[in-house]
């Protein structure tokens, strides 16, 4: 978890509101992942991106979810008009060259809770 | 689709016993595996991982067995502390997968009794 930030903790939204979540990837990492858990589940999947480029989204909702990583700044994982479905937590995770030998280290997570 | 599914939901076990954790997949592509461990509000924390040219690997107190004939993957936890309970997540990598992108277990609870 060294170094992951995430930012809001917790996150409430009505209906029909945006979220916008953040993730500091470590000092010096240009790879993000974002997964999404659900209560008493595994993490999906959503997208992986690298510095200004998305590199692999198949886990992305087609509607609603979009997700950036500009050169500079936190990499933002946005959901407009939220459902109620929406609710869970959302972690970022991150690597630092995007090689298969590289651990990924998690963040600890938004909790979107949407009335 | 690639799935990785666990056996058991919930494991209690006594303090001081060894603690094992199954976990199958179904991907055979899949050449890299990880064990995580999450505790309530934080995020998944790396524990050990194995790779597929591999069929076992020690770490402190917690040992992997790979087992790629039947696709089955364990983790082993020598004399479980109070500070084991958790939710544990296996997640595998499949060789055609982006960088790391990885595809997880649904959990299973591990409960530490005193």
């Known amino acids: 978890n060294a170094g992951v930030m995430q930012n809001p903790r917790h996150l409430v939204r009505r209906r029909g509101q945006e979220a916008r979540l953040r993730c500091s990837p470590v000092k010096g990492h240009s790879h993000v992942y974002w997964y999404r858990q659900l209560p008493e589940e595994g993490l999906k999947f959503m997208v992986y991106?690298?510095?200004?480029?998305?590199?692999?989204e198949s886990g992305m909702p087609k509607e609603r979810f979009s997700a950036e990583f500009p050169k500079e700044g936190p990499s933002i994982l946005r959901i407009q008009q939220v459902v109620r479905g929406d609710s869970a937590a959302y972690f970022c995770?991150?690597?630092?060259?995007?090689?298969?030998?590289?651990?990924?280290?998690f963040g600890s997570g938004t909790q979107l809770s949407v009335l | 689709g690639e799935s990785v599914g666990l056996h058991l939901p919930t494991l209690s076990v006594q303090e001081g016993d060894n603690s094992i954790i199954n976990c199958a997949y179904s991907?055979?592509?899949?050449?890299?595996f990880i064990w995580y461990k999450q505790e309530s509000g934080k995020g998944p924390q790396f524990i050990i991982d194995?790779?597929?040219?591999?069929d076992k690997r020690q770490g402190q107190r917690v040992t992997v067995l790979l087992n790629k004939t039947v696709k089955h993957l364990s983790l082993q936890i020598a004399a479980t502390q109070p500070g084991d309970s958790a939710v544990y997540f296996c997640?595998?990598?499949?060789?055609?997968?982006?960088?790391?992108?990885?595809?997880f277990g649904g959990g299973t609870r591990v409960l530490v009794k005193p």
């Open positions: 995770a991150s690597s630092q060259q995007g090689t298969r030998d590289e651990k990924l280290f």
């Open positions: 991106l690298q510095k200004e480029n998305i590199i692999d």
């Open positions: 997640a595998e990598r499949g060789v055609k997968a982006a960088g790391n992108k990885l595809t």
């Open positions: 991907n055979s592509a899949s050449d890299y």
């Open positions: 194995i790779r597929s040219n591999m």
